[in-house]
């Protein structure tokens, strides 16, 4: 959308407003999906609600891509964002969930691998098709979007259900099957199963109706509220940082520190691109060896310093030679920090947080809260910019993520190499949460290593 929303603009004549709501309104309405998912993962289950994912974003994109109006593309982009909606909440749980503890963080962080590598991707084909006629290029740009959907869609006939799931549906069987085939021995996966049982509530593996879930949500112990702190707060600030502004208005924000020409601009973000993805498989590689947190503080740090940096060479540097190669640097270094930190972890954290029966739904309150936030700031982005500068708000967004260096020093816990079951104790108790966190010094000393 970042390289299409120019021509769409040109071939479409929307306005300013009408290109903010097209560009946010996919963030918005995926509220509508990842609420919705909860409840229909856990009555459809998690392989299945992958699928049903993949169905309402092909519809989605097929409408957008044969568009003929800015209606017709707008109700596109809705079926996109509801597809969304159900993928950024089930895809992580349903990985969590077939994991081993050792390897959970590496796995659970793929959905953020692939999303890096999708929007490289974009890039890639922004730049390819920016060449051909206005009403054409943008077509092709988000009609090759399908093509990812179909893929998941055919390997959901190979992937097996969550075990965990399974026993929640009281199918113990089908669990220990699913269990053999993803554990190192029949012995590890009967204990895994007893595990899974206790944890679910019961040995029969009663059900745990959807009220209850949502009253326990509502009116949180003490350990739940800890929790949702943790897993909802950690999704607000990936947002509310502004990463989505660098991946939808990177080639605007070349523009005003100094670069023309639309090729010239497409060519920087696919630099931009190729860093977010670079630094993601940097911290698949470190997150279950170095752990959590200290990830999450290189990261934060990382992308205070970056958009602090932006926003001054905007600001006073603004199209000469040194503010343009200071700004792509610290673009490249705010989506770098980001991904190697808070972009994976958050979805990891919110997937391995919460117990068993709450999981799905207070996974999608999370997924919830970081799409509105999403969309809140793409919508007014281009607004707010025209009224403080586009400097002025990334010096905003820089004192943002200050206070999200806070949060992960005080609110989150490190869930390295714990079982599922073991990180519901962890929350149980206040000082145990104190116990697990990692000085900064820690990220410190990562910072000098790397």
């Not at 560009?23 to 609600?49: F, H, N, P």
């Amino acid at each position: 959308m970042s390289g299409a929303i120019i021509f769409i603009r040109e071939d479409l004549k929307i306005t300013e407003v009408q290109q903010e709501v097209l560009v946010g309104i996919l963030s918005i309405i995926s509220l509508l999906g990842s609420l919705a998912g909860g409840k229909t993962t856990d009555a459809i289950g998690r392989k299945w609600t992958i699928g049903l994912a993949a169905v309402i974003f092909q519809i989605g994109g097929a409408i957008m891509a044969l568009a003929p109006s800015f209606k017709v593309l707008i109700i596109g982009r809705l079926l996109c964002g509801v597809g969304i909606g159900f993928g950024v909440m089930i895809a992580p749980v349903y990985i969590a969930e077939i994991s081993p503890a050792v390897a959970r963080g590496s796995l659970t962080s793929f959905p953020e691998i692939f999303i890096n590598f999708g929007i490289l991707l974009g890039y890639i084909s922004n730049y390819a098709f920016s060449k051909l006629p206005a009403h054409i290029n943008w077509r092709i740009m988000l009609g090759v979007g399908l093509i990812p959907s179909v893929v998941i869609a055919v390997a959901l006939f190979f992937i097996p259900e969550s075990p965990r799931w399974l026993v929640l549906q009281n199918r113990i069987e089908e669990a220990r099957v699913v269990l053999i085939n993803i554990t190192n021995s029949e012995k590890e996966a009967e204990e895994k199963l007893q595990e899974i049982q206790i944890a679910a509530g019961s040995a029969n593996a009663d059900k745990y109706e959807s009220k209850a879930v949502w009253l326990e949500i509502l009116r949180p112990s003490p350990p739940i509220r800890r929790m949702l702190i943790t897993g909802c707060g950690i999704q607000c600030f990936q947002q509310i940082t502004g990463i989505d502004t660098t991946v939808y208005y990177s080639p605007q924000i070349f523009k005003n520190a100094g670069i023309t020409g639309n090729s010239q601009a497409f060519a920087a973000t696919i630099a931009v691109g190729f860093t977010k993805t670079l630094f993601i498989l940097i911290a698949i590689l470190f997150i279950d060896k170095l752990g959590r947190k200290p990830l999450l503080y290189a990261s934060t740090i990382g992308m205070t310093v970056s958009l602090f940096s932006l926003s001054f060479s905007l600001a006073f540097l603004s199209h000469a030679k040194a503010g343009i190669i200071l700004a792509i640097l610290a673009v490249c270094g705010n989506v770098a920090s980001f991904s190697v930190g808070l972009g994976p972890i958050c979805w990891v954290l919110s997937s391995e947080i919460f117990p068993l029966r709450l999981r799905a739904q207070a996974s999608a309150l999370g997924a919830v809260g970081n799409r509105v936030s999403s969309g809140v700031i793409s919508m007014s982005f281009l607004s707010v910019s025209r009224t403080i500068t586009t400097a002025g708000t990334f010096f905003i967004f820089g004192l943002i993520s200050c206070f999200a260096v806070a949060f992960v020093h005080y609110c989150v816990p490190e869930t390295k190499g714990k079982t599922l079951e073991d990180i519901e104790v962890l929350f149980q108790n206040e000082g145990e949460l104190q116990v697990s966190q990692i000085e900064m010094g820690d990220a410190e000393r990562l910072m000098q290593k790397s």
